[in-house]
Structures are given as C-alpha cells and as structure tokens.
C-alpha cells in the first residue's frame, strides 16, 4: 500500500522512449508559404539529417492549418530547436516527441512556437 506522499508523485516517463522529434511548420498558402519555403531551404541546408515532410496545403491529420513536418533525430534536438527558435520567421511551430503515444505526443509533450493553435486532437480516436 502506498502512503499518501508516495501516491502524489507522478510516475517518471524514460526519455528513451523518444524515438525521434517532429517540427510541424504552420503556414497560409496565400500569405506566408513564402516564408515556410525560405525557412525549409534554409533547413535542407543546414541539417541535411533532417527529413523533410511533403507540402499539406489541405488540413491533415491533427493539424488546423496548412503544414509541412520536419522530423529529426533525438541526436540534434540540441543544435537544431535553438536554430528554429530564432530563424522561423514568424512562422508557428508546434514541436513534439515521437513516443508511440500520438494523443499524449501532440498535447502534454508539445511545446509551441509563436502561436499555440487548437489541434483536433480527436482524429486520434477516444482517450481512457
């Protein structure tokens, strides 16, 4: 039986549980791909071990604007967040851990660069 202090901790989640990092670049097609297309050139050529995602111009998946991914390793999560703080140019970044968890991974492990916009968390079916 655990006594109350115990049971008050929240359990510790292993960081090697993170298989890789997602950058999600939010843009308008009308007004700002301009941008994103500068900022994944600018990316392509200063982190060649980045995978870069495919153009969605249409909403997909949790996303509630038009978005390009950028995945990368947990090896240059050091060197490349710093980077994409200050070079996004005003553009939106939602940053979150691949875990396997996509729920938890896109709300209680992301982190939101300029504005936080409402995913719709609900494509990831009903939670427990």
């Known amino acids: 039986m655990q006594d109350k202090a115990s049971a008050a ?34 990316v392509a050529a200063a982190f060649p071990q980045a995978k870069l995602g495919r153009w969605h111009d249409e909403l997909v998946g949790p996303h509630p604007q038009s978005m390009f ?4 390793p947990v090896a240059m999560l050091a060197s490349f967040v710093p980077w994409l703080m200050l070079n996004r140019d005003g553009l939106t970044v ?21 504005a936080v916009l409402p995913l719709r968390l609900d494509v990831f079916g009903k939670r427990k």
């Not at 990092?21 to 994944?40: C, N, Q, V």
């Not at 991914?69 to 990368?72: R, T, Y």
């Open 94 to 114: 939602l940053l979150h851990p691949e875990t396997g968890d996509d729920y938890t991974d896109h709300s209680a492990h992301a982190a939101w660069f300029g």
């Open 69 to 72: 991914q950028i995945a990368f």
């Open 9 to 42: 901790k929240p359990s510790s989640r292993d960081p090697s549980a993170i298989k890789d990092y997602h950058a999600h670049i939010y843009y308008d097609p009308a007004k700002t791909r301009g941008k994103a297309e500068r900022l994944r050139e600018r």
